[in-house]
């Protein structure tokens, strides 16, 4: 069985070249288990690291601080994972957490401080039921703390936000609470790791959170997934909650008869809302699901398997960031590999790039110079290669045979446009 590796990405926003560089080569001996290391680059500031273990080890979220160290949350094996590197790429420290019983999906943030906060799951030993975790360690990988909440029944965090007054919100499911089923649920605490307040959103059947965003008021946005009042399958759900966590409006999106899911949640300073995740179609394969609300719930646009249906197969959406307004980064998975695109403007057209290595992109941020940090998995031994466009860049990682036509692009009728060396050459 292939082992799964973390991969993060790292591609200048702001840097444009006009020639393309030979891919770094991966020969020689397999790295040392249980190590980091950065493959040589010949774009100065661009690197991709690989974290492998032994065991399992899946990437799935990626943040900055103010000087540029990046943050990586993830699972190694069973237990919790928290990564620190520098911003040239060198592995820092690495904290594992959880004795092998919190290897569950996660996010993390920063915040006041520096201090770090990563939410996830805990299977009790006294029950076997799981508790939604946070734990918060500061820049220098000491733990400082961590906290449980759940009840009975089986809870699980997956998303995470700082609050304006710094105060930590955490965003799952439980089953232990609520209108029945699971529900979505909302918890504040303060940074002692004291719970100051908790709140459930749902209906009789199941809603589950997995992501959540704040705006400067303290109002809550959260983005999951629901099966509506008379309804039998999923639809992707977005719900508006005041501070005080009482609903102010909801949105459901189900068009079609399959299952639709929405998995990530970003807030631009405009107010408007990027939500990303998947859509069964009618008798097709799963496609990324791509929808923009304001404020107040009222839908901009939605859009969905575009345009990437026929070239790729069945596509998912993982996570989302507004790059500026108008432009929406998307980073996820299809048949061929991983997947990054950025969306100009509803059915304006984009650009971006595939990996072929079975693997996933989880996470994507943006750091404080624009640049941009992808996280994720493959199954396989890392080559990289990084390919750069003038206006919004992409990484191109092959990691068997390089073919620079894995770039492309497309315009608002949905054909894709594979691009080669010639192009960027031209357009350089």
């Known amino acids: 069985m292939r082992l799964r590796v973390i991969v993060i990405l790292i591609i200048g926003l702001i840097i444009s070249v006009s020639v393309m560089h030979s891919p770094a080569v991966f020969g020689g001996p397999e790295p040392d288990r249980g190590s980091s290391y950065t493959p040589s680059q010949e774009v100065v500031g661009d690197w991709s690291v690989l974290w492998d273990t032994t065991q399992d080890d899946l990437g799935y979220d990626v943040v900055t601080d103010s000087v540029g160290n990046v943050y990586v949350s993830g699972v190694s094996g069973s237990s919790l994972i928290l990564l620190k590197y520098s911003k040239y790429g060198t592995l820092l420290w690495n904290r ?13 943030t920063i915040g006041p401080g520096g201090y770090v906060y990563v939410v996830s799951s805990y299977l009790s030993p006294s029950n076997n039921k799981s508790d939604a975790l946070l734990v918060k360690y500061s820049q220098t990988g000491s733990l400082e703390w961590n906290a449980t909440w759940g009840g009975v029944e089986d809870d699980f965090g997956r998303g995470i936000a700082i609050g304006p007054d710094g105060h930590i919100f955490i965003a799952g499911g439980t089953s232990s609470s609520g ?239 594979p691009l080669t060396a010639a192009d960027l050459d031209a357009d350089g």
């Not at 957490?97 to 999906?105: I, K, L, Q, V």
Request: aromatic share 14%; charged share 15%; hydrophobic share 35%.
């Open 179 to 417: 209108a029945g089923g699971y529900d979505m649920f909302v918890a504040e605490f303060n940074s002692l790791g004291t719970t100051l307040w908790s709140t459930t959103w749902g209906y009789t059947l199941d809603q589950e959170a997995n992501d959540i965003v704040l705006d400067e008021a303290g109002t809550i946005y959260l983005a999951g997934w629901g099966v509506p009042n008379g309804g039998s399958d999923f639809d992707a759900y977005v719900v508006g909650l005041a501070s005080d966590g009482s609903e102010i409006w909801n949105y459901n999106w189900g068009e079609y008869s399959g299952p639709q899911r929405a998995y990530a949640i970003d807030r631009h300073e405009s107010g408007n809302l990027a939500v990303v995740g998947y859509t069964v179609l009618d008798d097709a394969p799963n496609g990324y699901l791509l929808l923009e609300l304001n404020a107040t719930g009222g839908v901009l646009y939605s859009e969905h398997d575009y345009p990437m249906a026929e070239d790729f197969g069945a596509t998912s959406g993982n996570d989302v960031i507004y790059l500026s307004p108008g432009y929406i980064q998307i980073v996820g998975e299809s048949e061929v590999g991983w997947m990054a695109f950025t969306r100009e403007g509803p059915y304006g057209g984009g650009s971006g790039g595939y990996g072929t290595i079975g693997g996933s992109l989880q996470g994507v941020c943006k750091g404080a110079g624009g640049e941009l940090f992808y996280v994720g998995y493959a199954s396989c031994r890392a080559a990289s290669k990084f390919i750069t466009l003038d206006k919004n860049l992409f990484a191109e990682g092959d990691w068997e045979s390089p073919e620079p036509e894995r770039l492309w692009d497309y315009d608002g009728s949905g054909v894709i446009n």
């Open 96 to 108: 594992t957490w959880g004795s092998g019983r919190s290897g569950y999906e996660n996010a993390l």
